[in-house]
């Protein structure tokens, strides 16, 4: 008989929730259930009501959650928020990008015996760095922070880091498939725009800031990227550069600082300032349509040679999507 694992989204930024459902994939399959994405609404809080959270918390230590999986219980008192790329329309935004993992239905799974997942479920309950080649996307199953990918960073990890991405990407390329007028734009724009050297730059600014602002992480300029950008054309002078963002002041910058180089950028919406408080898919913007527009640039990004990005989940997902980029990580050349 069938088991079923439903993966449901949560109100955040599109890679955040593709990732999660590619660590689902692989944890249906590890544990015999069939993986279904409906991407429904989820859970604000993934930690409310879940056994040792609290003390987990306090204590600065995973392991007091215990190792059951971490499925939504809709009997619980738990804040549940639609995607942000779901519209009135659209209940299923997977459906607006992605075609279906396999032949069965959402309510298929509904009436046979499932679970629901609305968060990652791979991995350890430890914190231990040493164990970071054993661990899937996330690093522990607690606070769900950082994704493993930007950890082989710290030690240059080259070697161990090309091995992660072509783990991850095994399921990508088995169970995903862009929709094929999404795929059909990717086409045409690299066919018209890409020449064989491509540098593609993912600037992220908007919100990421708050980050900075409580310590999860060190303030990126725009000087940053630029400075980055400027050691890998050493090496590529003629090379194209392909910038992706959330805010057009960064892609001017780059216009006006790299004038001998040739500049493709894919027409999206975006915010005006590298500092807007609010990002695109937190904005009146949102909906299926920034979905698809973040998705066009995710893989437009990763269709470069090189890849200069900081801590983001598309750029995460553009690196998984080609394990074979290299990479310039810019919080390690803060200073250079």
Same mark, same amino acid.
């Given at each position: 008989? !069938? *088991? @079923? %694992? #439903?993966?449901?989204?949560?109100? =955040? ?5 593709? $990732?999660?459902?590619? /660590? ?109 080649? !054993? *661990? @899937? %996307? #996330?690093?522990?199953?607690?606070? =769900? ?5 930007? $950890?082989?960073?710290? /030690? ?181």
């Amino acid at each position: 008989m !069938n *088991k @079923f %694992l #439903i993966i449901d989204s949560r109100p =955040y930024g599109l890679f955040s929730i593709f $990732l999660h459902t590619i /660590d689902n994939i692989k944890w249906a399959e590890d544990n015999g259930y069939i993986p279904i994405v409906r991407w429904g609404p989820g859970r604000t809080d993934v930690n409310n009501s879940r056994p040792g959270a609290k003390e987990a918390t306090a204590k600065g230590n995973p392991k007091y959650v215990g190792d059951k999986p971490n499925f939504l219980n809709l009997n619980a008192n738990n804040e549940l928020k639609s995607s942000l790329y779901s519209s009135a329309e659209v209940k299923n935004p997977w459906q607006c990008y992605f075609e279906p993992l396999n032949e069965f239905s959402v309510d298929e799974a509904l009436t046979s015996e499932h679970e629901i997942s609305d968060t990652f479920q791979v991995g350890f309950h430890d914190l231990d760095i040493k164990s970071l080649e !054993n *661990k @899937f %996307l #996330i690093y522990n199953l607690h606070s =769900y922070t950082p994704l493993t990918t930007w $950890l082989y960073f710290l /030690d240059g990890k080259t070697i161990l880091f090309k091995k992660h991405r072509q783990v991850v990407g095994h399921y990508i390329k088995k169970y995903v498939k862009v929709k094929s007028e999404i795929q059909n734009k990717i086409n045409n724009f690299t066919n018209k725009h890409y020449t064989d050297d491509m540098i593609g730059v993912h600037i992220r600014g908007t919100d990421k800031k708050t980050e900075s602002s409580i310590g999860q992480r060190p303030f990126i300029t725009i000087e940053n990227y630029l400075k980055c950008i400027e050691v890998a054309l050493e090496d590529k002078p003629n090379a194209t550069l392909f910038i992706a963002s959330d805010n057009n002041e960064a892609i001017k910058q780059i216009f006006l600082n790299f004038k001998k180089n040739k500049k493709v950028v894919y027409n999206c919406t975006r915010m005006q300032s590298y500092t807007s408080a609010t990002p695109v898919h937190l904005s009146s913007f949102a909906g299926p349509k920034a979905g698809e527009e973040a998705l066009i640039d995710c893989m437009l990004l990763s269709k470069c040679n090189h890849i200069i990005c900081t801590d983001s989940n598309l750029s995460a997902a553009a690196l998984y999507f080609n394990p074979d980029a290299s990479c310039t990580f810019v919080n390690n050349h803060l200073r250079d």
